[in-house]
C-alpha cells in the first residue's frame, strides 16, 4: 500500500514515470536493424572509440577532442546537467556520426535523497523497498542526465570483514536474488526509453564476496557448482529481470580474472542466459589483469579482455591503444569488435538517447529531495531497521519517561549516516537521530546530548565519563554507535569487527549508570556486539539508514513505528567464527550445540573427553545472531503448518499455508520464512535454504492464514553431474521467524 501510495504521490512529478513491470524490448526488430545500418557506416577506429569509458576530468575542451575522433563511447562521473549537454551536444554535432554518449554514475542507494545501504534495504525483507529506492535515485539521476548506474551489486557475500558487504543484499541467495530483480525494475522502470529510466548494471560479476579472507580484490576460489548453486543465481534472476547491462568483478576466481573469464561471460551470460546488452568492465579491471599476472601487457590485457567478451573498458584505454593493432593481427576478429558495439549501440538505442540524447537543464531542480522521495526513503529505514534486543519491553518509549540521554558519535553525524557509496548525496540534508528526536518530543521530554565521542574512532576516556555522568540524570539512554561511512565500502576491509574507538567503554560507563542502555548501531556490516548487546537494555540495528534514518529511528524508538527487519546476513559472536552462514552444509560431524566450552573444560581433560563434533570450544558453533533474525513489539506464533501433499512430482507446486497470530499488544509486520533442506542429494546440501518470505501485517491477536506456494522446480540444484535438476528423495520444511527456529515437516518428490 506504502509503495502505491509513493507512486501515486510521485505521478504529479513527472509524467511519464511508471510502475508496471520492466520490460526491455529484446529482440525488437527496429532496433537491431538501426543498430545494423549504424555499424555498417562505422570505421574500426569508431567502433573501438564506442568501446572507449573515461572518468569525466578537467573541462569540456579537453575532454572534447577525444569525443570528436570518436573515441569515447560513455563518460562516468559527470554530473552536472549543463556540461552533460554541452559533452553530448560535441558527440552529436562533431562526431563524423554523431552517436551519443552514455552517460554513467554509480547511484548505488540514491543519487541525492539516500536510502539505507543495500544491506540495510536487504533487511527489510521487502523487494517493493528496493525497487522504490531504485525508483526514486533514477528519476533525481536522470534529471541531471545520467542514464546509467552501475548498480545493483548483488554479489553474495558471508564476511563481514569484506567491506563492501555493505553495498549488496547479504548472504543468501534467494534474498539476493529477489532483492537485486526487483532494483533492476526500480532503475529501469516500465521501458528503457522513458527519460527516467537508467539502465542497471548487476555487478560485480561473479564471485567477488568470496575474497578470501574477506580481503578486498582478493583472489576467490569458487568451484563451478557452488557458482551455479550460490553465486550465479541472483546474476540470473537480474537478467530475467531485463538487466540492459553487466560489470565484471576484479577478482580472479581460480586463477581466472572475471574480465578475462570466457566461460562466465560468453558461455553463462550470453549463452546459457541469452543476455543481449553491454558488458563492462570494472573501474581498469582490463589493465589490472597485468597485476594479476594473466597478461603480459596492455596489449594482451586488450586482447583477452575483448575475447572474452568484455563490451566496454572503464578508464584503462587498452581498447583504443591495442586493439586496432590486434585486429590487423587478426589476434582479435573484426566480428568480435562488431559484436561488442552491436552490444553497445543496442543499449544506447534501447535508452532512447538518439532520439533523445539531451536532458532539460531545469529538470533536476524541481525533482530533488522531492516530499515523496524523502517519504519513500524514511519508509525503507523504518523497514531496515532490526530489533535485536528488547528486555522488559524496555521499548517503545512510554511516556513514563521524561528525560532522555541522546548519547554517542552516531547521533548526530549528518554525513556518516549516509553510508558508503555516496557521491552525490548531501549532509546537510540528513535529518539525523538527534534532530529527529528533538523534533518529536518537543517540550514534553528533557532531551540530554552529550556525544561522548566524536566519531566513532574516537579514543576519548573524558568523554566517555563525561558522557555517562550526564546520561546518568536520564530515565532511558539511547546511545547512537557503529561505523563512520569511511569504515566500509570498497577496500575498506577489518580484520577486528569489534566497535572501534572508545565506543566499548562508553557502552560499559553508561551500563553502569545503572540507567536502562538502549543501543542504537549504525554501521555498513555486523559487527561483533555481543558484549554490549549483553550491557544493553535494548539494541536495534540500523545499517546506515540515509537521509531520512533520524526520523525513521525517532519513529520506532517512540512507537510511531514498529521494527519489522531480519538480518540479511548472520551476525558472528567473532571474527574467528567466519565464514558463518546458515545454508552452510552438515559435515559427517555437525554440532550439537551442547558442547562443553572452554572455561567449562575440566583440566587434564581426556583428549577424546569433549567429543568430536564441528565448534569453536571458545565460541561453540552458533552465532551471535542467525540469519533471518529479528523482534518486533509484538510477539507472533506460527501453527497449523500444513502441506498440500506429502509427496510431489517434480512439474508439481506444493502449497504451505500455516497460521499466523500476532500474539502481543502491538500491531506489527513479521517476515514469515519459507526454509527447506534437500536431505539426502547427489551431493552434499545444505542444512536448509530460504525459498520463500512475505510481510505478513496483523493487529494485536489477529490470526491469518497465510500460503507460500513453491513449485518443485525450484528445488533444483547442480548435481554431481553438473546438471541442474530436482533429485526425488525426502525434503524438510521450515515455516519459521528466522534461519534456527521453527518446527519441521516432511515431504517426499517422486519420479
Ligand atoms: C569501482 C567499483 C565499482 C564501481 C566502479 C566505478 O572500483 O568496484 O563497483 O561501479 O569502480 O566507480
Known amino acids: 500500500m506504502k509503495a502505491m501510495k509513493f507512486f501515486s504521490a510521485c505521478l504529479f512529478l513527472l509524467p511519464f514515470v511508471s510502475c508496471t513491470q520492466v520490460a526491455t524490448n529484446k529482440g525488437d526488430a527496429a532496433t537491431e536493424k538501426r543498430v545494423e545500418a549504424l555499424l555498417s557506416k562505422m570505421t574500426l577506429e569508431e567502433k573501438i572509440g564506442q568501446m572507449n569509458q573515461i572518468s569525466s576530468y578537467g573541462n569540456i575542451e579537453d575532454m572534447s577532442s577525444l569525443i570528436k575522433k570518436g573515441e569515447v563511447g560513455s563518460i562516468l562521473n559527470e554530473i552536472d546537467p549543463v556540461r552533460i549537454n554541452a559533452l553530448q551536444r560535441v558527440a552529436i554535432e562533431e562526431s563524423r556520426l554523431g552517436i551519443p554518449l552514455l552517460m554513467a554514475r554509480d547511484v548505488i542507494h540514491g543519487f541525492k535523497t539516500i536510502f539505507p545501504i543495500p544491506l540495510g534495504q536487504a533487511a527489510s525483507f521487502n523487494p517493493q523497498v528496493a525497487k522504490d529506492g531504485a525508483r526514486v535515485a533514477a528519476i533525481e539521476a536522470s534529471s541531471v542526465g545520467i542514464r546509467w548506474t552501475f548498480a545493483p551489486m548483488i554479489d553474495i557475500a558471508r564476511d563481514p570483514r569484506w567491506g563492501r558487504i555493505a553495498e549488496g543484499c547479504g548472504e543468501d541467495t534467494y534474498l539476493t ?27 560485480h560479476f561473479v564471485g567477488y564476496g568470496a575474497a578470501e579472507g574477506g580481503r578486498d580484490y582478493n583472489s576467490t576460489f569458487i568451484p563451478e557448482r557452488r557458482l551455479r548453486n550460490v553465486y550465479l543465481p541472483p546474476f540470473e534472476a537480474a537478467t530475467k529481470a531485463g538487466a540492459a547491462t553487466f560489470m565484471t568483478s576484479f577478482n580472479d576466481n581460480d586463477g581466472v580474472p572475471s574480465t578475462g573469464n ?44 575483448v575475447n572474452a567478451g568484455v563490451d566496454m573498458e572503464m578508464v584503462s584505454y587498452t581498447f583504443v591503444k591495442e586493439l586496432p593493432e590486434l585486429v590487423k593481427e587478426g589476434k582479435v576478429k573484426e566480428s568480435t569488435i562488431d559484436e561488442a558495439v552491436r552490444n553497445i549501440l543496442r543499449i544506447k538505442y534501447r535508452l532512447g538517447l538518439f532520439d533523445n540524447p539531451y536532458v532539460d537543464e531545469k529538470l ?57 557509496w555516496v557521491f552525490d548525496g548531501e549532509k546537510n540534508r540528513t535529518q539525523t537521530p538527534l534532530n529527529a528526536i528533538k523534533e518529536m518530543v518537543g517540550d514534553k521530554l528533557q532531551v540530554i546530548y552529550e556525544p561522548g565521542l566524536a566519531y566513532s574512532r574516537e579514543k576519548n576516556p573524558a568523554g566517555v565519563a563525561k558522557a555517562a555522568s550526564a546520561a546518568s540524570r536520564a530515565d532511558v539512554i539511547l546511545a547512537f554507535v557503529g561505523e563512520e561511512s569511511i569504515l566500509s565500502g570498497e577496500a575498506h576491509c577489518l580484520a577486528d569487527l569489534d566497535l572501534q574507538g572508545d565506543q566499548k567503554a562508553l557502552i560499559a560507563a553508561l551500563a553502569k549508570t545503572g540507567k536502562p542502555v538502549v ?17 544493553s537494555a535494548a539494541v536495534l540495528y540500523s545499517f546506515h539508514p540515509g537521509t531520512m534514518g533520524g526520523p525513521a529511528l525517532a519513529d520506532l524508538l517512540w512507537g510511531k513505528a514498529v521494527p519489522s527487519g531480519k538480518t540479511p546476513v548472520t551476525f558472528p559472536k567473532m571474527v574467528g567464527q567466519i565464514p558463518v552462514y546458515y545454508a552452510h552444509n552438515n559435515t559427517g560431524r555437525p554440532a550439537t550445540r551442547n558442547e562443553v566450552l572452554l572455561n567449562d573444560i575440566a583440566v587434564e581433560a581426556g583428549q577424546t573427553s569433549l567429543g568430536c563434533t564441528s565448534f569453536y570450544m571458545d565460541a561453540g558453533f552458533d552465532p551471535l545472531f542467525p540469519f533471518g533474525y529479528g523482534l518486533s513489539y509484538t510477539t507472533f506464533k506460527y501453527s497449523n ?20 497470530e500476532n500474539t502481543g499488544k502491538y500491531e506489527g ?18 542444512v536448509k535454504e530460504l525459498k520463500r518470505f512475505a510481510r505478513v501485517t496483523l493487529k494485536p491477536g489477529e490470526k491469518k492464514s497465510v500460503s507460500f506456494e513453491l513449485p518443485i522446480s525450484e528445488l533444483a540444484f547442480w548435481n554431481i553431474d553438473m546438471a541442474k535438476v530436482v533429485e526425488p528423495g525426502d525434503f524438510a520444511l521450515w515455516v519459521a521467524s528466522d534461519s534456527q527456529s521453527g518446527e519441521n515437516v516432511f515431504f517426499k518428490v517422486i519420479d
Open 519 to 535: 543501543t542504537v548501531v549504525m554501521a555498513g556490516r555486523p559487527l561483533t556486539i555481543g558484549k554490549e548487546v549483553e550491557e
Open 177 to 203: 536474488s529477489v532483492m537485486g530483480a526487483a532494483m533492476v525494475e526500480g532503475f529501469q522502470g516500465d521501458s528503457l526509453n522513458n527519460p527516467t529510466s537508467i539502465a542497471a548494471c548487476p555487478k
Open 262 to 305: 570466457t566461460f562466465i561471460l560468453k558461455d553463462v551470460l550470453r549463452g546459457e542466459w541469452g543476455f543481449d546488452g553491454l558488458v563492462v568492465t570494472d573501474w581498469a579491471s582490463a589493465s589490472e589483469m597485468i597485476s594479476h599476472g594473466f597478461a603480459a601487457d596492455p596489449k594482451e590485457a586488450a586482447m583477452k579482455a
Open 669 to 686: 509486520t513479521e517476515v514469515a520464512q519459507l526454509y527447506v533442506q534437500d536431505k539426502v542429494g547427489s551431493v552434499t546440501r545444505p
Open 641 to 660: 503448518v500444513k502441506l498440500s501433499s506429502a509427496a510431489l512430482k517434480k512439474n508439481e507446486v506444493l502449497t504451505v499455508t500455516f497460521d499466523l
Open 364 to 420: 533536476s531542480s524541481t525533482v530533488m529531495y522531492a516530499p515523496s522521495h524523502l517519504e519513500a526513503a524514511k519508509q525503507a529505514a523504518v523497514e531496515s531497521a532490526i530489533l535485536l534486543k528488547n528486555d522488559k519491553g524496555i521499548l517503545p518509549l512510554q511516556s513514563s519517561v521524561k528525560t532522555v540521554a541522546v548519547v554517542g558519535p552516531m547521533a548526530n553525524a549528518p554525513y556518516e549516516q549516509l553510508g558508503t
